[in-house]
């Protein structure tokens, strides 16, 4: 008899996301659904849960495919950098206002990578700082602040 072999990381993985995507599956049919155009605040949720839960569901069949890799060595360098950017941001864009706090946060980040150069970072940050600026204060017409309390405006 052939035993079947299936990756038990991606099985585990894909059903966590199924586990995760009912809970709020159920959680959000508590709440007004609505229909697509006029959307209750239940709607969106439901959405993201049934992605969720479709997500899952294919990893899970995936994993009956393919056979495990194995899990290369933790990324140190990655996580010492980038976790701590959206936690820097959190903590300083109302004192320091939006494109500071953005600027600082894209340049942390971008030394999870060891081929980053400190001039390359700058470059990058003040590219998607400027990006960011565009879209979300002009093209969308968020109210940020700009520039913070802490820098004097």
Not at 101 to 130: C, D, Q
């Amino acid at each position: 008899m052939k035993s079947i072999r299936f990756d038990k990381t991606n099985a585990l993985c894909g059903a966590l996301f199924v586990a995760f995507g009912l809970f709020f599956a159920l959680q959000a049919m508590g709440l007004e659904t609505g229909t697509a155009f006029r959307m209750g605040p239940g709607y969106f949720p439901l959405v993201l849960a049934c992605v969720l839960i479709l997500f899952g569901l294919i990893i899970v069949v995936q994993s009956l495919r393919v056979e495990h890799e194995g899990i290369g060595p933790i990324a140190w360098r990655g996580l010492l950098f980038i976790l701590p950017a959206p936690i820097f941001f959190g903590f300083t864009v109302r004192g320091l206002g939006f494109v500071p706090a953005l600027f600082f946060t894209a340049f942390i980040a971008s030394f999870a990578s060891s081929r980053m150069t400190p001039v390359m970072a700058v470059v990058l940050s003040a590219g998607l700082t400027v990006f960011s600026v565009l879209v979300f204060s002009y093209g969308l017409g968020l109210p940020f602040r700009s520039f913070g309390p802490w820098l004097g405006y």
